[in-house]
């Protein structure tokens, strides 16, 4: 057999196939003929880096191999029938390799001289961006001989089948069939000592730092976890010009403990030895550190993002055995300034779920769009919202820790037009606005389509006409503000002259008449009519949420109480059953279960009494009192402030509950879409539209169905993004130490949670964590709700709650407003109390202090 003039080692038919690559002549691109590893390898060689000669086994072979021997219809079976890849595993390692392939690797193998080598598997789904599946198949070290070679080889493509690398894959949502398997055979690298190598620091996230555990023998005992190697971190310091830019100084240095030692053994395979102990000498000397530094640095600017390298070093030469991108990298820690934890807290409230495709394109440009328009008027230039966040492949990764907004010269001018605002638009006056009426009508409008009969057209029509809905609510908002926020100040200021600045929030605040509490009190009058009539009790005592209205459709009194209902639903229903203002949730309309779930729990219990604060007019009453204020002039000059600032609350919660109106209409408008998409074939689920980009809705232009290569991209595009958002799951869209700096609970035992104080006082009760709105019913009165994040929609809540412990947010978001509203404590930005805090442990909450304390049984009582 002749070897091809680039160097690959070639099938005799020219239709069969490359069936082995030599690794010189592998790059990036040839992911689904070499795999992740052999890839990466091949682009290394390429460029010059240290890495053992080789040859890869190319998924081509593999896929010969399989139908060669029909295991086609063994993997599919056992994938119904047994998914822990047993069987398939079996079929494997029993069926002859295809003679052509035996033929081929045995060739490359006496080219490379027959001497050890390792075997490595190489899947077309690993060692990517998103997804190292670090270990998930498996690696073979000094193989020695034909037989042996070959034996690893078919080993290799049957740990593509192991319970681990199938569990591993579904975890992340990919397809079990489409994934391939490559094996990575080169030279055997001697290693006085080995290990990993990061880039980046993977716990801090630091780009100047590159972390490196080693220990003797071979790498293996590094990667499997079998010892505590030397961890050492080096930080990049500059020497100035004429010294060179950079050195690389040991800024931490950890010695290992030795437990053990694997080195190859003489006739093949590898040992594993007892070690000396705890280690007297590091295993690496300082020069070795550096020059592998430099190295991983070189191989990052290499691929351009942060590495996890595989090394060995011998003899003092390095061999690079394995390079993939760090995944899960934490983003680097900084105190994040005032504006910055602001934007942080005010993302998480309003995007505490990652936004689909969709909705970054519909939806979220329309919360985005207040943001632009009133910056513009204070002169102030925000990013465009794609500079937001971090987007791969119409996928949001997370918040970008820096302020999205700058000034410009026109913020000189600012004051002047607010002040032109102010004079022209008296807040007082705003409910003879047309703007507001304006919006409502056109909801009721699209809300009166039949849109199962609307054209293809004529729904996008219908998505554009709701999305241009919030611009209304955005004017009217520009319009009626600029007075009650130039009144919040002046009277902030007027406060603290009187000696009064602790009054601030109980006078601006508390006590102000909004949709949201009409609402709130709507619903309870729903609970009190299901106390007081025995018929409704009994059926929200006997049924679950889920089946109440079917059974309170069955009887008279029921059907009455369900048309109070939907009237209720009519008003107050584009409110987010999930507690979230993202459309792919559903809202109160979509899920009227989950309001009969509030209802039942509200409906457990009377109206709890609370000891609340002093209303807001026996607050002004005292502040009166100062002598200052009994000059009529004053006085009364003090009371329009109040007046006017008191109309900032109002018209923030007024114009958010009409901000929601068009909603519901636009989710189903959305869900239609996808709903066609499903019967045409294009979409697996009707909820997968959500995983499309407006855009690419509308390239869809009429022609039905969609033309293949069409439907084709899209699928992919579903498919790739469903993927990337599994990957991402449990990353949080906000890096919680942008809330500010998170200081974990001290010596006390006693001291569950810190966070930022929200709401004043102190009070005891059992914990509740409430995730989403299907759970609002779970609350009982006086738990304790600890929650991600909270916004309007969760309000009828804090009626029962004895205290509130959020992990986002601060003072100023929605939690701690409400809180302050309803007279009881609220701990902010507690990060991770939702998952630290479980369900029935007795805590007392300390809002002053931003404290959540363990209540021992002894010290349970009055506090």
Request: some cysteine.
């Amino acid at each position: 057999m002749l070897d091809a003039p680039d160097g690959r080692a070639r099938a005799p038919d020219d239709d069969r196939g490359e069936l082995v690559l030599d690794l010189r002549r592998v790059g990036r691109g040839d992911l689904e003929r070499a795999g992740g590893k052999g890839a990466n390898l091949g682009e290394l060689v390429r460029a010059g880096f240290p890495v053992p000669a080789g040859f890869v086994v190319s998924t081509v072979a593999c896929d010969r191999f399989v139908a060669r021997n029909r295991l086609e219809e063994s993997i599919a079976r056992s994938l119904r029938e047994q998914p822990d890849g047993a069987v398939i595993r079996a079929a494997f390692e029993v069926a002859p390799i295809p003679p052509e392939v035996e033929r081929e690797v045995l060739v490359a193998y006496e080219r490379l001289g027959r001497g050890p080598v390792a075997a490595r598997s190489s899947a077309t789904a690993e060692d990517l961006p998103d997804a190292a599946f670090a270990g998930q198949q498996d690696t073979f070290l000094n193989v020695v001989g034909p037989e042996a070679l070959l034996d690893a080889v078919r080993r290799c493509w049957a740990s593509l089948w192991t319970e681990r690398a199938i569990a591993y894959r579904a975890r992340r949502g990919l397809d079990q069939a489409p994934v391939r398997l490559a094996v990575v055979v080169q030279r055997m690298a001697a290693a006085e000592a080995a290990g990993v190598l990061f880039t980046a620091n993977p716990v801090t996230g630091a780009p100047d730092e590159v972390v490196i555990d080693a220990s003797p023998g071979l790498g293996e005992a590094v990667v499997s976890g079998l010892v505590t190697p030397d961890h050492v971190v080096l930080r990049r310091r500059w020497l100035g010009r004429w010294l060179g830019p950079w050195e690389w100084r040991v800024a931490e240095r950890r010695l290992g403990r030795r437990e053990a030692i694997i080195r190859a053994r003489a006739g093949g395979g590898t040992e594993r030895v007892e070690g000396p102990g705890q280690a007297s000498a590091a295993a690496l000397p300082d020069r070795a550190l550096r020059r592998l530094a430099g190295l991983g640095t070189a191989i990052e600017r290499h691929f351009g993002n942060p590495q996890d390298v595989e090394w060995a070093w011998d003899g003092g030469a390095c061999s690079i055995l394995q390079a993939r991108p760090m995944t899960a990298l934490s983003s680097p820690a900084a105190a994040p300034v005032l504006p910055m934890r602001m934007l942080a807290g005010l993302v998480a409230e309003l995007l505490p779920d990652r936004p689909y495709p969709l909705e970054l394109t519909t939806w979220v440009p329309a919360v985005y769009g207040f943001l632009e328009t009133f910056g513009a008027l204070l002169g102030l230039a925000f990013v465009p919202l794609q500079g937001l966040f971090e987007v791969e492949d119409g996928v949001v990764v997370r918040l970008r820790p820096r302020l999205p907004v700058r000034p410009t010269p026109r913020l000189l001018l600012a004051p002047r037009r607010l002040l032109r605002l102010a004079r022209r638009h008296d807040p007082a006056r705003s409910s003879a606005d047309p703007l507001l009426a304006d919006a409502r009508s056109r909801v009721r409008a699209l809300e009166a389509r039949d849109l199962r009969a609307l054209s293809w057209e004529g729904l996008l029509a219908t998505v554009h006409e709701a999305l241009a809905i919030p611009g209304l609510v955005w004017q009217f908002r520009v319009r009626y503000l600029p007075r009650p926020m130039l009144a919040l100040a002046q009277l902030r200021l007027t406060l603290g002259v009187l000696g009064h600045a602790d009054r601030f929030g109980a006078l601006a605040f508390t006590g102000v008449e909004t949709r949201t509490l009409e609402a709130n009190r709507a619903l309870e009058a729903l609970a009190a009519r299901v106390r007081s009539e025995p018929a409704l009790a009994d059926a929200f005592a006997r049924h679950g949420a889920g089946e109440l209205w079917a059974a309170l459709q069955s009887q008279p009194t029921g059907r009455a109480f369900l048309a109070n209902l939907r009237a209720f639903l009519d008003e107050y229903g584009h409110r987010e059953a999930g507690g979230t203002m993202q459309v792919a949730q559903p809202t109160w309309k979509d899920a009227p279960d989950v309001v009969l779930g509030m209802l039942q729990g509200m409906a457990r219990a009377e109206r709890r009494s609370q000891t609340k604060p002093p209303s807001w007019e026996a607050v002004r009453d005292e502040v009166l009192g100062h002598p200052l204020l009994r000059i009529p002039a004053m006085r009364s000059a003090f009371l329009q402030l109040l007046t006017e600032a008191r109309c900032f609350p109002r018209l923030r919660e007024d114009t958010r509950f009409a901000f929601m109106l068009p909603l519901p209409v636009l989710r189903r408008t959305l869900l239609e879409l996808g709903r066609r998409l499903w019967d045409a074939g294009v979409l697996d689920a009707t909820e997968d539209v959500f995983h499309l980009e407006l855009g690419e809705l509308d390239r869809i232009d009429g022609t039905w169905p969609p033309p293949p290569d069409l439907a084709g991209e899209l699928r992919s595009l579903v498919a790739r993004r469903k993927a990337r958002r599994a990957v991402l799951a449990e990353t949080p869209l906000v890096d919680p130490r942008l809330f500010g700096p998170f200081e974990a609970a001290g010596p006390d035992r006693d001291m569950l949670l810190r966070g930022t104080p929200g709401s004043l006082g102190v009070a005891e009760g059992p914990v509740r964590v409430i995730r989403e709105g299907s759970e609002f019913g779970n609350l009982r009165a006086g738990d304790v709700l600890v929650a991600p994040y909270t916004n309007p929609a969760w309000t009828p809540l804090f009626e029962r709650a004895a205290a509130v412990v959020v992990d986002s947010g601060g003072p100023a978001s929605h939690a701690a407003i409400v809180a302050r509203e309803y007279g009881i404590p609220a701990v902010m930005a507690t990060v991770d109390g939702t998952h630290r805090l479980t369900d029935g442990v007795r805590v007392r909450v300390d809002g002053a202090r931003g404290l959540v304390m363990a209540v021992r049984p002894q010290s349970r009582g009055a506090p």
